[in-house]
């Protein structure tokens, strides 16, 4: 009965919109009703939707990382957005590679794979200010989600977190090793060294980033308490 009376508040509230509009010069108007209190409902999704087809590529990443994750559509639209930036990080882990300094190399892709999924925490809410903010909206406390989120980095981002992640130890002791192999032959140890530092900052990144999105759906289910 109650979700009848908002969609015929919704509707009525939409008319009347769109007349107000009218009466204004302005002929058949698009309107977006949205609520500041019930950001998930309503027609947030379809603003969003208008907004990507109408602005410049570059404009429609920044928008989708921008926007509060509050629909399943939002979570893996984010998460595409982020998977499609993987390659580009892991381009400059190679780069950073190609310096012929041992040990460099592991050190960087640590650095860098911190900063992205620092950037994951805080594109999908998870970062603890998100969160209060969440807490504030919802009536849940942060341990609560906190318990929701399954990752290995969801108790801190540091190295020990970053190599727990599954196959994370592995690769990085194999790039460590078959770099330092190959720096006795300088043309041949740069390429390697690259390649070694792309695939391993890829794939723990893909790795962390399917965790992160995990997380961010139990959360985002959690505190609306319904499917969304």
């Known amino acids: ?60 990443r920044v928008l989708m990382l921008a926007l509060p994750n509050i629909t399943l559509e939002i979570n893996e639209k984010k998460k595409k957005a982020l998977e499609e930036n993987i ?12 310096v012929p300094i041992p040990g460099l190399s592991v050190i960087a892709d640590l650095a860098i794979v911190t900063r992205e999924i620092e950037t994951y925490y805080s594109t999908f809410g998870l970062d603890d200010p998100s969160l209060q903010k969440l807490c504030e909206r919802s009536g849940k406390t942060i341990e609560e989600f906190k318990s929701l989120m399954k990752s290995p980095l969801s108790g801190g981002i540091n190295p020990a977190s970053i190599l727990s992640l599954a196959g994370a130890a592995s690769l ?48 985002l289910m959690a505190s609306v308490q319904t499917e969304v």
């Not at 390659?87 to 190609?98: C, F, M």
Request: hydrophobic share 45%; net charge positive.
């Open 1 to 60: 009965m109650l979700k009848k009376r908002r969609r015929a508040l919704k509707k009525r509230t939409w008319i009347q919109k769109r007349n107000c509009l009218r009466k204004i010069g302005i002929e058949d108007p698009i309107v977006f009703l949205i609520s500041n209190f019930e950001l998930g409902n309503y027609d947030l999704n379809l603003l969003q939707e208008r907004m990507e087809q109408e602005l410049p590529q570059h404009k429609r």
């Open 172 to 219: 990085v002791v194999a790039e460590n090793t078959v770099e330092y192999a190959v720096s006795l032959v300088p043309l041949l140890g740069t390429l390697v060294a690259g390649g070694m530092s792309y695939m391993t900052v890829s794939t723990m990144l893909k790795r962390a980033l399917n965790d992160i999105a995990e997380d961010a759906r139990n959360v």
């Open 87 to 98: 390659g580009k990080v892991a381009l400059l882990s190679a780069l950073v590679a190609s």
